[in-house]
């Protein structure tokens, strides 16, 4: 069964510093890829997504990620990060023979001022 | 755009009731909408997928005799859980793919906490 890995399951950093936030899944056919975050008391939105193309994806706030096919990851990157980053980012992937998205476990970050 | 709510937010019921969860698409019509149970420190497990005016199609494991889905319109779902028992707490989130867009496109709803007494 497909299933997607996020290895960092909480991580505290202060402002400015860089972020890279882990997702590995594991499924050998062709994938869309998503980034979701929650912020504190609010509901999932969408960060980023990759369906093809360039794999270095821009999304909003300043974050991106990269898809690397031959290690089946889709890690998120942001180069300096502020204390409104505080949240839950879940990393997701649709595959084409499911059509549903699979969610990893999620990844806590906390900024501090 | 693409708001999506839930109602109630929180609900605590005691054991062996019926609860039921709202979710409405508030400003685009969904043609599939999706629930899915979240435990803590835990992953979005997706519960089922309704579509309006059909019957859920439910993921393996989950009862659908007790977690009963309702997509009557296309900018409401519904789910009942019946017979909560305390097992059943967890917090329910549901998910709305607008009319003509891809399943992948999804907007959440803030989620329901539920609380079985």
């Avoid at chain 1, 409104?84 to 023979?97: P, R």
């Amino acid at each position: 069964a497909q299933s997607v890995s996020q290895h960092n399951h909480h991580v505290i950093l202060s402002e400015a510093a860089s972020l890279e936030l882990g997702c590995n899944y594991s499924y050998g056919g062709t994938v869309n890829l998503f980034w979701y975050v929650q912020y504190p008391g609010q509901h999932l939105q969408l960060l980023l997504k990759y369906f093809s193309g360039d794999p270095l994806v821009k999304g909003i706030k300043g974050f991106e990620a990269e898809f690397i096919k031959s290690k089946f990851s889709f890690n998120l990157r942001k180069p300096s990060v502020q204390w409104s980053d505080t949240a839950e980012y879940f990393c997701a992937v649709i595959t084409y023979n499911t059509d549903k998205l699979i969610f990893g476990t999620g990844t806590r970050l906390q900024v501090f001022p | 755009g693409a708001v999506v709510s839930q109602h109630p937010s929180r609900v605590i019921c005691k054991s062996g009731t019926s609860v039921k969860i709202e979710c409405r698409s508030l400003d685009f019509q969904a043609t599939t909408m999706f629930w899915y149970r979240q435990f803590p420190k835990q992953s979005l497990m997706l519960m089922a997928t309704s579509n309006e005016g059909s019957k859920a199609t439910y993921e393996q494991g989950v009862e659908k005799d007790k977690f009963l889905i309702n997509h009557a319109s296309l900018t409401l779902s519904t789910l009942t859980v019946t017979s909560a028992h305390p097992e059943d707490s967890s917090f329910y989130i549901c998910s709305a793919s607008p009319r003509l867009a891809n399943t992948d496109t999804q907007y959440f709803g803030p989620g329901t906490r539920l609380t079985v007494l």
